[in-house]
């Protein structure tokens, strides 16, 4: 694919996955709520240590963490791609790719939450992820 004119479209896909993490925070603050009024001790949180918080409350917790896990290095390569002027029609499939990906496996871990279909979701992101840093490394390559 050709160079994109536009090198700023690159942060389109990852304000979507920066979006879905306010998105899941929201979530979380809700989840600990309703578990707190449903009657959940409220000093877990201090430490959380005691009773284990519901699992609805739980999921919502695991889900915020895992939006500061893998996306990492999505935002990483978006970034760098940016920085090297190297963001291409490619770059921005993947970089798609991975926000797609990311969505449906929110979607998701944060409704009926079956592993394999979130497991599924997950790969597909993995290999949109990989694909992008291939592609960055590629663009370093070429500057050398």
Same mark, same amino acid.
């Given at each position: 694919?050709? =160079?994109?004119?536009? &090198?700023?479209?690159?942060?389109?896909?990852?304000?979507?996955?920066?979006?879905?993490?306010?998105?899941?925070?929201?979530?979380?603050?809700?989840?600990?709520?309703?578990?707190?009024? $449903? $009657?959940?001790?409220?000093? =877990?949180?201090?430490?959380?240590?005691?009773?284990?918080?519901?699992?609805?409350?739980?999921?919502?917790?695991?889900?915020?963490?895992?939006?500061?896990?893998?996306?990492?290095?999505?935002?990483? #390569?978006?970034?760098?791609?940016?920085?090297? $002027?190297?963001?291409? #029609? *490619?770059?921005?499939?993947?970089? *798609?790719? =991975?926000?797609?990906?990311?969505?449906? &496996?929110?979607?998701?871990?944060?409704? =009926?939450?079956?592993?394999?279909?979130?497991?599924?979701?997950?790969?597909?992101?993995?290999?949109?992820?990989?694909?992008?840093?291939?592609?960055?490394?590629?663009?370093?390559?070429?500057?050398?």
């Amino acid at each position: 694919m050709p =160079y994109a004119t536009d &090198q700023t479209l690159i942060f389109l896909p990852v304000l979507l996955v920066i979006a879905l993490t306010l998105v899941a925070f929201v979530r979380l603050a809700m989840g600990r709520a309703a578990a707190v009024k $449903g $009657g959940h001790d409220p000093s =877990y949180y201090r430490a959380h240590h005691g009773t284990p918080e519901p699992e609805s409350a739980a999921a919502g917790a695991r889900h915020w963490d895992n939006l500061f896990e893998l996306p990492t290095l999505f935002y990483a #390569g978006c970034l760098t791609s940016f920085v090297l $002027g190297g963001v291409t #029609g *490619w770059t921005l499939a993947f970089a *798609w790719g =991975y926000a797609a990906a990311r969505v449906v &496996q929110s979607l998701v871990h944060m409704t =009926y939450n079956d592993p394999a279909h979130r497991g599924l979701a997950f790969v597909v992101g993995v290999v949109f992820v990989f694909a992008l840093w291939i592609n960055v490394a590629l663009s370093i390559f070429a500057g050398l």
